[in-house]
């Protein structure tokens, strides 16, 4: 899911007219939208709305029936069948994914399927997200329920988000999904020991993770992901307490969702045993079986070919030799961004280039001292279409080059010499091909349809480059096949079968491939000639992407660590190699229970081929869908709202509207939003209108209305390209504001009186930085810059401007994570009889003085400290300790005749904060904590308490 950041300020006491005018901001959140020219269709069914673009009905028909045959099997062990649902198609983004959310509810389906056969499986994508997403529907309808569902009646939507995260950790929405798909298909991620991979190596190398830092996470050490951790615990659940258990503790949980770890106390209602208490006899449980299964293999040595400098966990993956014997790896990890080095025989490394987002599993080839990826790459202004395009490396130049742009192709290949190159498309309707390109001019020079559409992947050529060996994936079955790129034909080496299969490599009459026949992922080899299959690596967490040396002495392949994937070789002697019939299967079946359980393990193969009536759907004609009507309370200022909330389900449209009561004035307000942004510039409109008054010592000086409009645009553009993640927004606005019916005279600037404010707002936002690292404070290299312009030339009674520009700058530290930070600003007013906001920072430790011209700047140094994982009890567990040392200066000057109109500012001084988790909820990870800053001028030392920023 995406992540964001809200960042909280310190805030400063500014003096300004209209201080209660309602606000509008052009930085409106902006959606995931289409471009308006697609066209949308529609299938309604018993249960589901299917929204899907023209041309895509063939895909959408199998979606409608598929979801239609499930709903009732796959609501049974929740024992809640679901509401009917909205599901959008989205086959405009190359980026496979998808989700179940609300405010509005529905559900996305991201439909170009992935290479990673990890994730895939051996099922056809939209039906594993059919599967997955659907149990999401089950559990979302399931915890709205007893005082969830009252949550739902005060506020909606938000209403019940709010009570499923506070009742429900995220690990078990995910956990269940995977169970689910498990039990239901041939292939659930469950049955893979790629997904557990990690956390099955921590238990066998001795690291048993408490359940705090195994669920909230760590920059010191591995620890898998809440979908790991969510599908054992699960299962294990439905493996001791039966079929109905997790129903059973959603419903404890939906109905006391305000009681602080109610989670953890329905699990000891339902089982007896708190959340903590299940952990560790999962902990238990599964070191016993994942023990007993590495016992009962015979191990094959191995020599590393990487070294590591230090501990941390680090992956060096899908190893290519070059011509000189070196190795071209992809580096990742704890304290690594994404990037390429080259392997030196004696184990030393060299960084050749940070690649930009990577698309797959399966993206790296290498030949003739080129590199071979692909990646993805976004449209500026539509955030659901994205491409993935096919980039080069030389090694010998170091150019680097991008074939074509706007493509879908991913999981290249070289051909042996270099000059062309193989990779898979899939176009909007979901038709597969095998493309061959061009290696330097990118034209196409062959394309060769996938038969019977069948999904195609991980290709790669033969040494003498008459064959392609690849994947072909169809009815829940993959097979290995080569295939004639002169004659288009497919020829089958390895039978169909439900083993999750994967990275072919054929070297002579071998087809050197990843399988898990043995519960622990391995490389296996296929003779072609005599279609027998043999073990040629054993390891005892993985071994895997296997490559053959260009002197075919040597196999190099992957293998993992308690520290992460290494590069590592073994001599080539299919001498040494284990048939598989005499592979022992050890694999830990802990899902099965589970599958008995639902009784329908293959329940894709049953699904109807219904033809239901097509019909167009506008997406202006259902523009407002309220979803979500939230009260609310501005403690500081005493003022109580109840809002009504609205998004339409392709997300074009956002509009609210907001009666509000300030209890101090005794006054009442109405305000409306509304932006639309299915036109390239996002349109934005508000408007207010109420009484206020002045109140002092609790009685009613005097009082006036209020009446303001405000109409403008913003542009939001995603200029994210290679390893530079990159955005720039611009817009303007226009504001009226009538002040009407004010009796007491006017006496100073800051008071108000009765007029109209006319005013025009400029803004301009840009945003590069690196690729950074889970360790990383900052990007290595990050520009922000930002201007504000104000002005009023429209008329009216009141008449000011204000210019505003900030920059910042980001650099590399003097150590690994550390970031050296410069910045500055700049600030002009013209006032006659009306003030702006400022919108600049002031220098630390003082408080927001008004100048004319104010000019600042700062620097400062930001760097890790200590990386705890310290729990105390449930109630927070930190997870890092950050210092800063920073100073600010900054020069005000003023022509009017005021107090001390020309001043400046210093300040010097440290900030030192921790990021930690409250009351084990993940979603959140605070950083709090205290800045002292020393005022060298007045010789004074202020000490504040910061909340720095809120990390979701």
Known sequence: MPISTLLFSSKRKVLFLFASV?????????????????????????????????????????????????????????????????????????????????????????????????????????????????????????????????????????????????????????????????????????????????????????????????????????????????????????????????????????????????????????????????YRRLQHEL???????????????????????????????????????????????????????????????????????????????????????????FDPRWQVRTYSVLKTYDLATGKKQVLQRKTRLAAPAFSPDASKIAAIEATLKNEYALVILDAITGKELKRIPAPQNDFLSMPRWSPDGKNIVLLRTANGQRTIQLLDPESNTFTEVLPPTTENIGHPVMVGNYVYFNAPYTGIENVFALDITTRQQYQVTSRPFAGTNATISHDGQQIIFNDFTKNGYIVARMPHNPATWVPLAQVPDTRVKYYQPVVEQEGNPDILTQVPNQVYPVQPYSKFKNIVKPHSWAPGRDPVNNIYTATLYSQDLLSTTVATATYSYNANEKTSRGQVGLSYQGFYPIINVAGAIGQRAEVKDDSLEYGWREKSITAGFQIPLNLTHSRYQESLVFGADANVTDVSDYERPRTALTEQSNGTLRNLHYNVAYIRSHSRSKRDLAGRFEQRL??????????????????????????????????????????????????????????????????????????????????????????????????????????????????????????????????????????????????FSYLPQEKDLQVEVLVVDVGF
């Open 22 to 278: 309602f606000s509008y901001h052009t930085a409106q959140a902006q959606l995931d939208t289409n471009p308006p020219d697609v066209s949308w269709r529609q299938i309604n069914t018993e249960k589901f709305q299917v929204i899907f673009p023209e041309g895509f009905e063939n895909q959408a028909q199998h979606v409608a029936n598929t979801l239609q045959y499930l709903h009732a099997p796959l609501s049974r062990s929740l024992q809640k069948e679901p509401r009917r649902l909205p599901l959008i198609l989205q086959n405009r983004n190359a980026i496979s994914n998808g989700f179940v959310t609300l405010a509005p509810r529905r559900s996305e389906f991201y439909t170009m399927p992935p290479q990673d056969y990890t994730l895939l499986g051996t099922n056809r994508w939209l039906d594993l997200l059919a599967v997955h997403e659907f149990r999401h529907v089950v559990q979302y309808d399931k915890a709205r329920q007893s005082l969830s569902k009252l949550m739902y009646y005060l506020g909606g939507e938000y209403g019940l988000s709010v009570a499923n995260n506070i009742s429900i950790p995220n690990w078990f929405w995910e956990g269940d999904a995977v169970s689910t798909e498990t039990a239901f298909t041939r292939s659930g991620r469950g049955r893979t020991p790629d997904f557990d991979l990690l956390y099955r190596t921590n238990l066998l190398s001795s690291r048993n993770y408490s359940y705090n830092k195994q669920h909230l996470g760590s920059f010191k050490d591995p620890v898998p992901n809440h979908y790991v951790l969510g599908y054992h615990l699960v299962t294990y659940g439905r493996r001791h307490y039966g079929a109905d258990f997790w129903s059973g503790v959603i419903d404890q949980a939906a109905s006391r969702f305000f009681v602080p770890f109610v989670f953890s106390s329905s699990l000891r209602y339902e089982s007896g045993y708190s959340l903590p208490a299940n």
């Open 287 to 377: 070191d016993s079986l994942w023990t007993g299964q590495v016992n009962q293999i015979e191990l094959t040595e191995a020599t590393t070919i990487t070294k590591r400098s230090d501990s941390v966990y680090t992956n060096y993956e899908f190893p290519q030799e070059l011509p000189d014997g070196s190795i071209v790896a992809l580096k990742s990890g704890l304290g690594d961004y994404p990037q390429f080095v080259q392997v030196k025989l004696d184990g030393t490394e060299e960084k050749l280039f940070t690649p930009g987002p990577l698309n797959g599993n399966a993206m790296l080839s290498v030949a003739q001292n080129k590199i071979v990826w692909s990646e993805y790459e």
């Open 786 to 931: 930002a201007i504000n312009y104000y002005h009023t030339p429209m008329g009216g009674d009141y008449k000011s401007g204000l210019f505003a520009a900030t920059a910042q700058f980001a650099f590399p530290g003097l150590f690994k994570h550390h970031s050296f930070q410069i910045g500055g600003n700049y600030q002009h007013q013209d006032v006659e009889n009306y003030r702006f906001a400022s919108t600049i920072i002031f220098p630390r430790g003082y408080s927001y003085r008004s100048h004319q011209n104010f000019a600042g700047g700062f620097v400062q140094y930001r760097l890790p400290l200590w990386y705890p994982d310290l729990a105390l009890g449930p109630f927070l567990y930190f997870q890092r300790l950050r210092g800063n040392v920073f100073f600010d200066y900054g020069q005000g000057r003023s022509k009017a005749v005021i107090y001390q109109p020309n001043r400046n500012y210093q300040s010097i001084g440290a900030e030192l904060s921790t990021d930690f988790n409250v009351m084990r909820f993940n979603g959140i990870l605070w950083n709090f904590g205290v800045r």
